[in-house]
């Protein structure tokens, strides 16, 4: 995964137990997917995880959709 270990993503054993974050914070990314996938928006994501920013959120599914479209083109 391209993400992985990136200024989006951090992987770390110390951290989490080796759970994705957002990096620089201890919150997992599939935080944000629960609640995009419970109809949450980002707006409310963020005001219930303040160390993470909107830029972070927005950069990272810009790369999953990058990722995503090109593996189905």
């Known amino acids: 995964m391209i993400l ?3 200024r989006i993503i951090s992987v770390s ?3 989490m ?6 990096a620089g914070t201890r919150v997992p990314i ?3 997917l629960d609640y995009l996938k ?5 707006d409310d994501f963020l005001e219930g995880f303040p160390s993470v920013n909107k830029q972070q959120v927005i950069t990272l599914l810009e790369e999953i959709e990058k990722q ?5 083109a």
């Open 4 to 6: 992985k270990n990136s």
């Open 13 to 15: 054993s110390e951290i």
């Open 17 to 22: 137990s080796g759970t994705p974050v957002f």
């Open 30 to 32: 599939q935080t944000l």
């Open 38 to 42: 419970a109809g949450e928006s980002i």
């Open 68 to 72: 995503l479209i090109g593996q189905v």
